[in-house]
């Protein structure tokens, strides 16, 4: 169990605490039917997702997808340990961060593009995991989008692990047991689909693992931020090969995004050492603020506005600095 009661180490089989569970990807139905994965701190058990996506030639490829609910004070180590040896996933090669806007917005064509592209020729030639927030919403949705569009073309698959606030999934219910019941071969169905009258946010169905962080709230978002930056961390500090003083590089992708983005990038900037940003600059909001930052700060760390006034003198510019310094310009 992973909780506030502190770390146990996790063998398997994980008597009385796994079982296993195949969906089918049907529109927007997941049917599942029980086999076996997971552990909780409560009666929510971990699943073993299969997912049928049909390519233009109809031939069908079978994706398993898992989910892990725990508590927010959940040792790192431990969810890593699960990971590793339950879900058998190999230690990533390099560790990609999404972070940005987790409502919808509008990405422009070409940028919408050369995103969907340039992530999935990243993570796919160099073994990477990607670390996003998990729901069908925003830029964790145009995330989905590059795997899906990846996964019809390639049986190269890319491990996606969405991170996401419990109380913020839509349709939660239904991944939780009542009390008593059997779960030997029982069905269940997880609808990706949202409500206009609620405040949560469905599954994104094309990653590959979720891991849904639970501290009590319901619709508060940011409660998985502080295990989520702990994992990262963890996953930072692991060997990049056996034996190698190298250890696994990371990375953090910003689109778009609010205050919590610039939040997440001060923190990784602020890490020691720090971790390297990329901002998709044109897909707005923060991503544009801190694209806007950066190409406008000298090499002392001072923010630089340049202003052209065209003269009268023989068709001259002239360009006039002001050094900005806490919101007021120095002449």
């Known amino acids: ?41 409560d009666r929510s058990h971990g699943t073993n997702l299969s997912r049928e996506n049909r390519a233009k030639n109809i031939e069908r490829c079978q994706v398993k997808l898992y989910y892990l609910r725990l508590s927010h004070d959940a040792a790192a180590e431990d969810a890593l340990q699960l990971i590793t040896d339950v879900w058998n996933l190999k230690l990533p090669k390099l560790l990609i961060e999404v972070t940005g806007g987790s409502d919808d917005f509008h990405l422009h064509p070409k940028l919408c593009r050369q995103f969907r592209k340039s992530i999935v020729k990243v993570a796919a030639t160099t073994g990477a995991w990607i670390l996003t927030g998990g729901t069908h919403t925003g830029v964790m949705k145009y995330v989905g989008e590059a795997l ?56 994104d169905p094309n990653h590959t693992h979720f891991i849904l962080v639970d501290n009590g709230t319901v619709n508060k978002y940011g409660v998985e931020f502080n295990f989520r930056s702990r994992l990262e961390k963890l996953i930072s500090e692991q060997p990049l090969f056996p034996g190698s003083d190298q250890t696994v590089p990371i990375v953090c992708l910003v689109l778009e995004g609010g205050i919590d983005t610039i939040k997440v990038v001060l ?65």
């Open 267 to 331: 923190q990784n900037v602020s890490q020691n050492p720090p971790i390297p940003i990329v901002v998709v600059e044109g897909s707005g909001r923060a991503a544009d603020l801190i694209a806007y930052a950066l190409s406008n700060t000298s090499t002392n760390g001072q923010l630089v506005r340049l202003r052209e006034r065209e003269r009268e003198r023989g068709g001259d510019v002239e360009r006039e600095v002001e050094t900005v310094r806490g919101g007021e310009s120095e002449s």
């Open 148 to 203: 899906r569009d990846h996964a019809r073309r390639s049986r190269n698959k890319i491990v996606a692990i969405g991170i996401a606030p419990w109380g913020i999934v839509e349709n939660r219910d239904t991944l939780v047991d009542e009390v008593g019941t059997a779960t030997a071969n029982k069905v269940k169905s997880y609808r990706v689909t949202s409500s206009v009258d609620s405040d949560g946010s469905p599954l």
């Open 1 to 41: 169990m992973l909780g506030q009661n502190g770390p146990q180490r996790l063998t398997p089989p994980f008597p009385g605490q796994m079982r296993t569970v195949k969906w089918n990807f049907k529109g927007p139905l997941l049917e599942q039917s029980d086999e076996e994965i997971t552990i909780l701190p």
